[in-house]
């Protein structure tokens, strides 16, 4: 089956992977990214979520400590 693209700039479906034939404007791919249950990066996506809460952790403790004395 052929893939169906989108015109970014009229909104046109087309087959033409290249230029909309309508307007000449680009080309996207309109179908959402293939779901799987099983969610093969999933542990990836969360790993890099769960790094950037804690970095962002570190930042406010970092600056909620500025003003104060540091013990000796
Ligand atoms: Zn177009």
Redesign the pocket.
Known sequence: MPLLFK?V??G?YTLEERR?P??G?AVRNPHPAKYSPLDKYGAYRRAAKKRARASDAVENRQSSLKGQRRPM
Do not use: F, K, T
């Open positions: 015109c700039e009229c046109e909309c309508r307007c404007g």
